[in-house]
């Protein structure tokens, strides 16, 4: 299911740096960074649940 996110959440980064494009490498570094750990947390949160 992460995966699914993962991917809406590239989409939307894509067409939002095509619209905005003004080369900003610190907010492509900050949505990588919030990205990765949201992965991570959903990893963590579908590892307990199946733990459960």
Do not use: P, Q, R, W
């Not at 991570?40 to 733990?51: F, I």
Request: charged residues 15%.
């Amino acid at each position: 299911m992460h995966k699914v996110i993962y991917g809406i959440l590239i989409l939307i980064y894509t067409l939002y740096s095509f619209f905005v494009s003004d080369g900003s490498e610190v907010g492509f570094i900050m949505v990588l960074t919030i990205v990765l750990i949201f992965s991570v947390v959903l990893e963590k949160g579908n590892a307990n649940k199946t733990t459960d």
